[in-house]
Antibody, heavy 112, light 110 residues
């Protein structure tokens, strides 16, 4: 089955770290740019980061640059997002996405 | 940086009537390869976004033909020919190269 499944979310204190994972299945993972998109409660969609199929090109939203790092392991069909120095405003549902395929989302809550 | 501006932000529609959503870009979305990477997504309550339209006017597999996309350059439109109850959702336009999204338009039934 073609799908993306996120994991690794949860509650973390401001200044803390989390690592999100996304397991891809059912397609040739290495052929696709992959993306992390987030949606804060009651708001719209924000493209957080993206990575090329071979992992050599990455891009970040200004709001997370220097704090978040996207990576992938094509041998394991896995996408990752290392999130450091988390802020209250990073609280959101985080989606792993390909162009036409999105995961179910994972909630990250940053609160003391 | 490309900014996408949608209008209206809220759209009450009578069942069976048409609906139209506009998306305006701050700069041309024609890419160097000649393609225009403007996509439309639907997000139903409590669900993940789902792509409906890619490269302006191409419907994704399984998308009802009452949904259509049009436009060029900096102005784009998503149309629903006859709104059904299952179309209640927030609709987003998105620049498909840099993954910039519009603010979203909430479609609801009058």
């Amino acid at each position: 089955e073609v799908q993306l499944v996120e994991s690794g979310g949860g509650l973390v204190q401001p200044g803390g770290s989390l690592r999100l994972s996304c397991a891809a299945s059912g397609f040739t993972f290495s052929r696709y740019w992959m993306h992390w998109v987030r949606q804060a409660p009651g708001t719209g969609l924000l493209g957080v980061s993206r990575i090329s199929g071979d992992g050599t090109n990455t891009d970040y939203a200004d709001s997370v640059k220097g704090r978040f790092t996207i990576s992938r392991d094509n041998a394991k069909n896995m996408l990752y997002m290392q999130m450091n120095s988390l802020r209250v405003e990073d609280t959101a549902v985080y989606y792993c996405a390909r162009d036409d395929l999105w995961g179910q989302g994972i909630l990250v809550t940053v609160s003391s | 940086e490309v900014v996408l501006t949608q209008s209206p932000l809220s759209l009450p529609v009578t069942l069976g009537q048409p609906a139209s959503i506009s998306c305006r870009s701050s700069q041309s979305l024609v890419y160097s390869d000649g393609n225009t990477y403007l996509n439309w997504f639907q997000q139903r309550p409590g669900q993940s976004p789902r792509r409906l339209i890619y490269k302006v006017s191409n419907r994704d597999s399984g998308v009802p033909d009452r949904f259509s996309g049009s436009g060029s350059g900096t102005e784009f439109t998503l149309k629903i020919s006859r709104v059904e109850a299952e179309d209640v959702a927030v609709y987003y336009c998105m620049q498909g190269k840099r993954w910039t999204f519009g603010q979203g338009t909430k479609v609801e039934i009058k």
